[in-house]
């Protein structure tokens, strides 16, 4: 190839630069936190409700603790390592389940709405503008009180957050998308619809709903925090972070890390997913693939 033209392709290449370092934090804290939640029942040193009376309210071990409890107990004596290993399992497990539900409904119904357009996509951003006008937490509130708990009906409605931010995505790619020339060409040969939807559409829209999926995962982890720490979300003997930091709210001054600690982690696990997910947006979006510079030897 020519010098001149091996130039010209440099130029037009967007910059690779690597991930910064509070990036790769953030992504090893986020690998750590699923290994940990994973292998809970290998690495907890204690059942998670197993009950020590005559270890109540011990501190943390750096805290004048013993070693049997590295992060202290709680009121009943339970290990808080152990407690926060099986709950972050279970938030981890609601969070995923939420935000895949939400990721589904969101975009079937963008797709919908972009295909059929007429009354279809008049109904669906109905649909979405009341739902972005809803208060998520206080339907769920009214719901969980009236239906009861249970763990797929906390999954379903922690899925509700935040499916027309998909739908509303997924409709305005596949309205563009469809104007494109690969549409355009696979229309003329002939191509059913479902093939140009699912074989060629959403592949080239995957990368900003995978964005969204990161950024909306966050809010997923909070919202059943929140449910939980009102005591509508996980019951016992289940447990979860949000629930741990529920009960440890009334022993703040005594005995802080029954709440700390898995509020920190709570903090730490969304904070590191925004970090991922803010990186990722910047990876995948072409819009800001390439920065004044990028590319320049």
């Not at 290449?13 to 991930?19: F, T, V």
């Not at 355009?184 to 060629?200: C, D, Q």
């Not at 949000?242 to 709570?266: D, E, T």
């Amino acid at each position: 190839m020519p010098a001149d033209l091996r130039l010209a392709a440099r130029l037009a290449l967007p910059a690779r630069r690597p991930a910064p370092l509070v990036v790769l934090s953030a992504a090893l804290f986020l690998g750590l936190v699923l290994l940990a939640a994973a292998g809970a029942d290998l690495l907890a040193p204690h059942g998670f409700a197993e009950q020590h009376l005559d270890a109540r309210l011990q501190p943390p071990w750096l805290a004048g603790g013993t070693t049997d409890y590295l992060l202290g107990t709680d009121t009943l004596g339970r290990d808080i390592l152990s407690r926060i290993l099986f709950g972050a399992r279970t938030s981890i497990l609601v969070a995923v389940g939420g935000t895949g539900f939400g990721f589904l409904l969101g975009t079937s119904l963008g797709f919908a709405a972009a295909h059929w357009r007429g009354w279809c996509e008049e109904a669906v951003m109905m649909l979405v503008d009341m739902q972005a006008a809803l208060p998520t937490l206080v339907l769920a509130l009214a719901v969980l009180a009236f239906l009861g708990n249970s763990l797929p009906l906390l999954i379903l409605l922690v899925g509700l957050d935040g499916w027309e931010r998909y739908a509303r995505l997924t409709r305005g790619m596949v309205l563009s998308a469809r104007e494109s020339g690969y549409v355009l060409s696979m229309r003329i040969v002939g191509a059913p619809a479902w093939r140009i939807h699912l074989l060629h559409i959403l592949p080239n829209i995957a990368g900003a709903l995978i964005v969204q999926a990161t950024l909306n995962f966050p809010h997923t982890i909070l919202l059943e925090a929140a449910l939980s720490f009102f005591g509508l979300g996980v019951q016992p003997p289940a447990t979860s972070l949000g629930q741990m930091l529920g009960l440890g709210r009334a022993y703040l001054i005594n005995a802080w890390w029954i709440a700390v600690f898995p509020g920190s982690v709570i903090f730490l696990t969304t904070l590191s997913m925004c970090l991922v997910g803010d990186w990722l947006r910047d990876r995948l979006d072409p819009t800001l693939a390439r920065e004044p510079g990028a590319g320049r030897p």
